[in-house]
C-alpha cells in the first residue's frame, strides 16, 4: 500500500536552533500534505496544509514564522520549526492522500518525536 | 467538518467483540465516516471508511444507520495488540485537498 515516510523520527534539540522535518510520498504523488502535532495522551491537531508549489495555509493560532513549511515537489514536504523552545516539543505528523486518485484513505507518517532541551 | 463525539475510554479482553460508537448529528450529505487507529508514537493507520448501511473489511465492520448520525465500528475477537487509541471521523473528505480533522478518539485497553 501507500506508505508516507517521515525523518528523522526522533531528535533532540537545543533550545534557540531550527529543526527541519521531512515528508515523504514514497510511491504516489501528493499535491496537498498535512502537518499535525499531538502532545501526551492527547489527539492530533492540525497545524497546516502544504501545497505543492504555493503557500501552506495555517490553522488558526499556528505561526507560521515559526513553523515554516515547504512542499517544493509532489512527494516532499517539510516542517521547520525554528528558534525551538522547550514547549515546541512534541510528536509531529504527517499526512498526504494519493493526488491521482478520487477514492483514497490518507496514509499518515510514523512521526517525528522532537525534544527540545 | 462535522463534530464527533466518541466514549474516551474502553476496556475489553482478550477473543472479545468491541464496538465503539461515534455520534456526528450534523452530518452533511457529502460526509464520510473514517476510522482511523493509533498506537503509541506512530502516526494513525487506516482502518475502515463508509457511507451507509455497512462496511466490513478484513480488520473490522463499520454500522452506520439509516439517518447517519451515528455509527459504529466493530472489532472482532479482539488481541491483545488491539489496545490503541480509535478516532472517528467525518468529512467530506474524498478529495486530495481536503484535511482530515480529529476528534478525542476512544482508548481501548485490551486485557489478557
Known amino acids: 500500500g501507500a506508505v508516507v515516510s517521515q525523518h528523522p523520527s526522533r531528535v533532540i534539540c537545543k533550545s534557540g536552533t531550527s529543526v527541519k522535518i521531512e515528508c515523504r510520498s514514497l510511491?504516489?504523488?501528493?499535491?496537498?500534505m498535512f502537518w499535525y502535532r499531538q502532545f501526551p495522551k492527547q489527539s492530533l491537531m492540525l497545524m497546516a496544509t502544504?501545497?505543492?508549489?504555493?503557500?501552506?495555509?495555517?490553522e488558526q493560532g499556528v505561526e507560521k514564522d515559526k513553523f515554516l513549511i515547504n512542499h517544493a515537489s509532489l512527494t516532499l514536504s517539510t516542517l521547520t520549526v525554528t528558534s525551538a523552545h522547550p514547549e515546541d516539543s512534541s510528536f509531529y505528523i504527517c499526512?498526504?492522500?494519493?493526488?491521482?486518485?478520487?477514492?483514497?484513505?490518507?496514509?499518515f507518517g510514523q512521526g517525528t518525536r522532537l525534544t527540545v532541551v | 467538518l462535522a463534530k464527533t463525539t466518541q466514549p474516551i475510554s474502553m476496556d475489553s479482553y482478550e477473543g472479545q467483540e468491541v464496538n465503539i460508537t461515534c455520534s456526528h448529528n450534523n452530518i452533511a450529505t457529502n460526509d464520510y465516516i473514517t476510522w482511523y487507529q493509533q498506537f503509541p508514537s506512530q502516526g494513525p493507520r487506516f482502518i475502515i471508511q463508509g457511507y451507509k448501511t455497512k462496511v466490513t473489511n478484513e480488520v473490522a465492520s463499520l454500522f452506520i444507520p439509516a439517518d447517519r448520525k451515528s455509527s459504529t465500528l466493530s472489532l472482532p475477537r479482539v488481541s491483545l495488540s488491539d489496545t490503541a487509541v480509535y478516532y472517528c471521523l467525518v468529512g467530506a473528505f474524498k478529495a486530495a485537498g481536503n484535511k482530515l480533522t480529529f476528534g478525542g478518539g476512544t482508548r481501548v485497553l485490551v486485557k489478557p
Open positions: 499526512s498526504a492522500r494519493n493526488a491521482d486518485r478520487a477514492n483514497t484513505e490518507a496514509f
Open positions: 510511491d504516489f504523488q501528493a499535491t496537498t
Open positions: 502544504s501545497n505543492e508549489g504555493s503557500k501552506a495555509t495555517y
